[in-house]
């Protein structure tokens, strides 16, 4: 079977009895109920879209902080807007350079965009800093859990505005979420019908991967390329849609231990049997069955990127890189250049066992024979 890659659409899920779908998706760190006010759209990119042209906070021309090290998507949602962005440095153990981002800080900076990376928040320093910067200049917090959507750390929930990209995790077509504390209000501007070209190409993939997964003696480079275009279809619309009834439905369906408990079980798998492999840097984080933490993937650094991405595939192995810069845009720093040119996340969620996970170290460890 194909590891990796897109989720395939929970049919199962789609034919459970309906729950009301205008309940609200829960944010699992969210323990005090702070964010109350929430919206639903088809991706985070729009939802961003939405924050930056629809909430009162933000008008044309402000700036806002990025980090370097990041997806294109996140400069494409402010340049729709017609915002401005600078940006403060990441470092290649994935940490915020504090003194870099309080140099940035002035007067001009409107927002800051935090990512949490990889299902680890951001270190306690940092997020107090925040806190504390929030209360003392007219700076808002934008915090990107897409990557951490069901840790529950106590070191997130200090945004005034909450981003996630939840389709990430989930057997869904489409799903973003835009979140804030209750005193903030969202205009009310009406968003297009979630059903597009691109919820359709990922329906697609399903059929794509059920026939590859029949067909294991197939080119696993056919399959990539299709799911490539399938993304890019994505990426291509910027109309701000909203949350299709039948994901949310599925989201709100789904056995939200289980897929938590397979992916750290998965996880701890591939951390335990590959941390002695010399030719490999795990990014990702140690965890153990209490962590508070979900690994949204398992994260390594490799010399040889390409050629190892390249073998995997071949090996039915779908690994996905974490970003290509955008570099036409900004100069990113040399961690975040170097973080972006040798990256892979190695798929380990809930569709997978422990079978899945031996074969993945296997193919890994034959690579660097």
């Not at 006010?37 to 939802?47: E, H, L, P, Q, V």
């Not at 370097?68 to 996140?74: G, I, N, P, Q, V």
């Not at 941390?275 to 010399?303: A, M, Q, Y």
Request: glycine residues 4%; positive net charge.
């Amino acid at each position: 079977m194909l590891i990796g890659g897109f989720q395939e659409i929970d049919i199962e899920s789609v034919l459970k009895e309906s729950p009301d779908i205008s309940s609200d998706i829960k944010l699992r760190f969210d323990k005090k109920n702070i964010y109350k006010n929430k919206k639903y759209f088809n991706t985070g990119r729009t939802a961003s879209i939405f924050l930056y042209k629809y909430c009162n906070d933000f008008k044309e021309g402000d700036i806002i902080l990025l980090p370097d090290y990041l997806c294109l998507t996140l400069i494409t949602a402010l340049e729709e807007a017609k915002m401005k962005y600078e940006f403060y440095k990441i470092n290649r153990n994935l940490e915020i350079d504090l003194d870099d981002l309080k140099n940035k800080i002035n007067p001009r900076i409107k927002g800051i965009y935090i990512t949490h990376f990889f299902g680890v928040p951001v270190r306690e320093k940092v997020s107090n800093y925040l806190k504390d910067i929030r209360k003392k200049q007219s700076i808002r917090i934008i915090e990107d859990i897409t990557q951490t959507h069901y840790s529950e750390e106590e070191c997130m929930g200090f945004g005034d505005y909450i981003i996630c990209s939840l389709r990430k995790w989930m057997p869904v077509t489409d799903g973003g979420l835009l979140a804030a504390e209750e005193n903030i209000k969202f205009d009310n501007v009406k968003v297009e019908d979630g059903y597009n070209e691109a919820s359709y190409y990922q329906l697609l993939i399903t059929c794509f991967r059920q026939y590859f997964n029949k067909n294991p003696q197939k080119n696993s480079f056919d399959y990539n390329r299709l799911e490539k275009n399938a993304n890019k279809k994505r990426y291509e619309e910027l109309k701000m849609r909203s949350m299709t009834s039948i994901s949310k439905k599925i989201m709100l369906n789904l056995d939200e231990n289980s897929l938590i408990r397979k992916r750290k079980e998965n996880y701890s798998f591939l951390y335990e049997n590959l941390k002695h492999n010399r030719n490999i840097v795990i990014l990702s984080k140690e965890i153990d069955k209490n962590s508070k933490n979900v690994p949204f993937g398992f994260v390594i650094l490799v010399e040889n990127r390409d050629d190892f991405y390249n073998y995997l595939i071949k090996h039915n192995i779908i690994g996905e890189i974490q970003w290509n810069l955008p570099v036409k845009y900004y100069i990113p720093g040399e961690d975040a250049l170097y973080l972006s040119k040798h990256n892979l996340m190695i798929h380990c969620d809930q569709r997978y066992g422990l079978d899945e996970m031996k074969y993945v170290v296997k193919i890994i460890n034959d690579f660097f024979k």
